[in-house]
């Protein structure tokens, strides 16, 4: 595996990062903090993470999601993250266009992870679609797990052949 592999989490990841005190998602925002991946981002998810974690129903009684965590985090993704500016229409996702920006971001970048617990992008990897296996044969460097299996694959020790 690749030093600080270039990656793109969904919005999903953060907000489970911040609504847990532990977990895969949690780990997966230390790996940015430790620059041990190479995050990109464009300015509309930034947009989207500020909408989905000021939304009233995540702030109810006993969530563990403050404006302290959701300013920190901002202040991170400005600080560790690289931004990309326009990003081209590469692959169209009819099953749920609204994952197209994480797609065409991935794409773009020629990132190496895409992180997600969304199903209609996991199923890029496996299902059997023609649009699956367009993705497959088109984008083979793209990798789309969840964060579990993400974490697996990037701390992975680095096998070396003694002389």
């Known amino acids: 595996m690749s030093e600080n592999p270039v990656t793109v989490y969904d919005c999903g990841v953060f907000l489970q990062g911040l609504l847990s005190k532990s977990g895969p998602a949690v780990a997966c925002l230390e790996l940015i903090e430790q620059d041990r991946v190479r995050l990109v981002i464009r300015e509309e998810v930034l947009a989207e993470i500020k909408d989905v974690l000021s939304r009233p129903v995540l702030r109810k ?25 326009h990003v081209p229409h590469h692959f169209s996702y ?14 773009e970048t020629e990132a190496i992870f895409l992180v997600s617990r969304d199903n209609d992008l996991l199923d890029l990897m496996t299902a059997f679609t023609d649009e699956a296996k367009d993705f497959r044969r ?21 096998k070396t052949t003694d002389p």
């Open 61 to 85: 009684t006993g969530s563990n999601l403050t404006d302290e965590k959701v300013e920190n985090l901002i202040d991170m993704l400005l600080e560790k993250a690289e931004f990309v500016g």
């Open 94 to 107: 009819p099953r749920d266009k609204n994952d197209e920006p994480y797609l065409n971001l991935a794409i």
């Open 138 to 158: 088109r984008f083979r460097q793209i990798q789309i797990l969840d964060p579990v299996r993400f974490l697996e694959s990037v701390q992975k020790p680095v």
